[in-house]
């Protein structure tokens, strides 16, 4: 029997209109082709749960949440429509316990069975209940910290009022001056100290050499006692024989080496000439500092993103290695780079130990998310330095760009930088 062409068209629009019921209700988590038995559970608050929510039974997903109502009666409770294809019977006593799947909040709807023999029915009404959030859990463990937290700044405060009353204006004047003096004397030791630990840095070698033959020109005394007499009296006879007026000269050379390394000194210690300036010019130790910092931030970015500085082919056709040329970023007024940490369907305080002690937190709600930050700039090279240093307590931080207040792309936001 030949088929009619518009009998071909109806058979092909019921299959895939077929297909289409049964593809829609697939997404939502049913399966029109199983069956399954329907039980009401009846809730004062939901706590976020929505429709294709899972149903686990000991860990094993035995259904879904069908359909989320309020209740005919205006009394403001939530009807919520838990669907089983599993075949297990449900004992009378069981509860559905609507509880966090994971830090983040999610839901889950747990079964926990009765110990009765008689078994729910189809459409049957059962026990609920709501398994406290972690908001609730912390709060319950902080609040008694919270509370001698107060009482200790309420004695910290009585201190400081009877402190206050003791030290009048007069005596503060006092200390503040006393402290001004201490401060300036610490400074005039720290720099004469300075000084004398350069002079004797300079010297140690001189002064080691000078211990050195003292201890040797006492062991030859201790040795030769016996002939110092006779030394002495030679050395007496030499010295009636030096002219006082080659002993004059002598003096005067000594006065004017004396004098020379004096003015040495002095242009030391007013910073005149190459040692003077390396002793007392604070900006070769700010420059070197500032070198250092540098160097350090390029080994955590070398050692986080190689990738950005060696090319290494794993099959040697004869390339070399090369370093990758530095970009250079400018800074966009409307162009604003963010450190991303995380989200969370739970507000998270900014003072929590979660974020390991982060300091320049920022908190963005995004619909039913939290979204948090850690660290703002419009320069990219800056941001960059942040990322590096936020990614040693958080791996997975990342970088968001946003244009007027709007996220973009970040390929773009760098994109536009770099012009």
């Known amino acids: 029997m030949k088929i009619s062409k518009t009998s071909k068209i109806g058979i092909v629009l019921v299959i895939s209109f077929t297909v289409l019921v049964w593809g829609i209700n697939f997404l939502k988590g049913r399966d029109i082709f199983r069956t399954e038995k329907v039980y009401i559970a009846r809730y004062k608050n939901v706590g976020g749960l929505e429709a294709s929510t899972v149903v686990q039974l000991n860990g094993l997903k035995i259904g879904y949440v069908r359909e989320i109502y309020f209740s005919d009666d205006l009394s403001g409770d939530l009807i919520v429509k838990i669907a089983v294809f599993n075949k297990f019977p449900l004992p009378v006593g069981t509860t559905a316990e609507i509880a966090n799947s994971d830090l983040l909040g999610s839901k889950v709807v747990k079964l926990s069975l009765g110990k009765s023999e008689k078994f729910y029915q189809h459409n049957d009404t059962i026990k609920t209940k709501i398994e406290s959030d972690l908001m609730s859990q912390v709060t319950e463990q902080i609040a ?12 910290l ?5 009877g402190v206050s009353l003791l030290l009048n204006s007069e005596s503060r004047r006092n200390i503040n001056k006393s402290i001004e003096q201490i401060s300036l004397t610490m400074e005039n030791l720290e720099r004469i100290s300075s000084d004398l630990s350069t002079v004797v840095s300079d010297q140690k070698s001189n002064l080691t050499s000078t211990i050195l033959n003292l201890k040797q020109l006492t062991d030859h005394l201790n040795d030769d006692s016996k002939s110092l007499g006779n030394i002495l009296n030679k050395f007496s006879s030499i010295s009636d024989s030096i002219s006082p007026a ?9 006065n004017k080496s004396a004098a020379g390394l004096e003015n040495i ?5 007013n910073s005149n ?6 002793l007392k010019d604070s900006t070769l130790y700010g420059q070197l500092y500032e070198s250092g910092e540098n160097l350090n931030r390029l080994l955590i970015d070398l050692k986080t993103n190689p990738h950005r500085y060696l090319k290494i082919s794993a099959i040697n056709f004869g390339k070399e290695v090369y370093l990758a040329p530095g970009t250079s970023y400018q800074t966009i007024e409307n162009i604003d780079f963010k450190v991303y940490l995380f989200s969370s369907k739970v507000k998270i305080p900014l003072e929590s130990s979660i974020f390991q002690g982060i300091k320049d937190l920022e908190e963005m709600q995004d619909g039913s998310n939290f979204l948090y ?6 320069s990219y090279d800056k941001i960059r330095m942040i990322l590096n240093k936020v990614q040693l307590s958080f791996p997975q931080a990342s970088l968001k760009a946003y244009e007027n207040k709007q996220e973009i792309s970040l390929k773009k936001a760098i994109k536009i930088c770099s012009k």
Request: no cysteine; proline share 2%; charged share 25%.
């Open 246 to 254: 080659e002993l004059k000269s002598t003096l005067t050379h000594l």
């Open 265 to 269: 000194l002095s242009n030391i210690n």
């Open 157 to 161: 405060d009585s201190i400081v009022s």
């Open 373 to 378: 930050f850690a660290g703002e700039d419009k």
């Open 144 to 155: 008694p910290i919270k509370a001698k937290a107060e009482r200790l700044i309420v004695s």
């Open 273 to 278: 000439g190459t040692l003077g300036m390396l």
